[in-house]
């Protein structure tokens, strides 16, 4: 079995398979100690890493140009790894069941090139099993190794969070598991060569597995019931924002906020878990129905927003949206998932020409993904509504005044405002007709 000594004396280099979000953000920190091979099936991604281009925004282009990492798309060159990290995305499929292609492919990969002596460890978001029960047998099938005597697995769920330049990689701690304690000892020593904050070991693989998935649905569980309340308190003619932050004086009281609810994550793995339930025979309740809240909150927002219109006495056929923020969430291009989508496609029910903008995102991987062409702020013009929908930090350049431009000046402006980026206050004594969650 590989040691952690031949690792930190470079004698084994480590892998880390699919170079995402959470791939390329290990690659960096773990090339810093010791030898790394980076490996990605897109051979575009390759080039731009080997050009110093993080399309993530996760690492910086100076780092990424001065990394010691032996970026590939040449699966063979795996096999001079053996420690093995694999962490690529596992979506779901439209009917909200666990997509696990990315996760098998990847396995059935490393299996062909995967040495005696080797430790796996996945980090893509799983239900409780995947690894031991789906993964392995993988592993085993295309290596013609055993699991036990001839390599080892473990698994870390990812816990990187987009766009986050606070919470990073290093400063998160980190949960560990291994199938048994020796190959836990050589994952921990990993690990902590990279994680500042610590390594916090769990009594076995399906623990770190449930972890993951419980850390999510909770998130979404809390947004929802804050997106109901928030629902409620519109009916009430409430402002949320001010009832929430009178809560947040209590000593006990989550920070929680009313938003879109997308992603990779927490949009998604609340469904790995109720699948697994499901199939064991129970049927889940209180998360499924935070699910539909969060889901119904992009028609929420166009509901209102076709009402404002009609306060304003515009035909709806015809008239002019500009959407800012396209990704799935604030500083982050991720476009996963996101809700912001499902915007666009209700206002398109009702013939409204939509405009989005968002300089933070890939124009060309918006296109290929969405089929949407981005626009340049510099573009929008005679608009009746926009929809602040992402609270990027660029969007906090904007003041009331110099975005008044940008609307039909013989229409009273209106501003659909998510996420609270402009003072309420002040828009409406500007002849805004203002609307946020």
């Known amino acids: 079995m590989i040691s952690f000594r031949e690792i930190i004396n470079r004698e084994e280099k480590v892998s880390i398979i699919g170079l995402g979000y959470v791939g390329i953000s290990l690659a960096i920190s773990f090339a810093q100690k010791v030898d790394v091979i980076g490996f990605d099936i897109d051979v575009n991604k390759i080039n731009n890493y080997k050009n110093g281009i993080d399309l993530t925004k996760e690492v910086d282009d100076d780092v990424l140009r001065n990394t010691t990492v032996f970026f590939t798309s040449d699966e063979n060159k ?123 070991r769990v009594e076995n693989i399906k623990i770190a597995e449930a972890t993951k998935v419980i850390e999510n649905t909770q998130r979404d569980i809390n947004i929802a019931l804050i997106n109901e309340i928030c629902i409620i308190l519109h009916k009430l003619d409430i402002d949320t924002k001010s009832v929430l932050k009178a809560t947040s004086t209590k000593w006990n009281s989550l920070n929680f906020t009313p938003g879109l609810v997308g992603g990779h994550c927490i949009g998604v793995d609340t469904y790995f878990l109720t699948y697994i339930a499901e199939k064991l025979g129970y049927s889940p309740k209180l998360i499924l129905s935070g699910r539909k809240v969060n889901d119904y909150m992009s028609q929420y927002v166009v509901e209102n927003t076709i009402e404002k219109l009609m306060e304003s006495n515009k035909s709806i056929k015809g008239t002019n949206v500009a959407i800012f923020g396209f990704s799935f969430k604030e500083n982050c291009s991720d476009i996963r998932n996101t809700k912001v989508m499902d915007i666009i496609n209700e206002l398109k029910k009702y013939d409204i020409n939509v405009k989005v903008v968002d300089p933070i995102v890939n124009p060309d991987e918006v296109m290929n993904k969405y089929g949407i062409k981005l626009s340049d702020e510099k573009e929008i013009c005679n608009v009746d509504a926009i929809i602040f929908a992402i609270a990027h930090e660029d969007f906090f350049k904007y003041s009331l005044n110099n975005i008044k431009s940008m609307y039909n000046p013989d229409r009273n402006p209106i501003i659909i405002d998510i996420k609270g980026i402009f003072d309420k206050n002040q828009a409406k004594l500007l002849g805004y007709n203002y609307w946020r969650l």
């Not at 390599?151 to 969070?161: H, M």
């Open 78 to 200: 795996l096999r001079d790894a053996k420690f093995h990290i694999i962490a690529v995305p596992t979506p779901i499929y439209p009917n909200k069941l666990p997509n696990l292609q990315y996760v098998i492919e990847a396995s059935k990969t490393l299996g062909k090139n995967l040495s005696k002596g080797s430790i796996v460890v996945y980090e893509s978001t799983v239900y409780p099993g995947v690894t031991e029960e789906i993964c392995v047998p993988i592993l085993e099938k295309e290596s013609g190794l055993k699991c036990g005597p001839d390599f080892k697995i473990g698994y870390s769920p990812e816990r990187i969070n987009p766009g986050d330049h606070i919470h990073k990689l290093e400063n998160i701690v980190k949960i560990v598991s291994g199938m048994d304690s020796e190959t836990l000892d050589i994952i921990d020593k990993v690990y902590n060569l990279i994680i500042k904050a610590g390594t916090y």
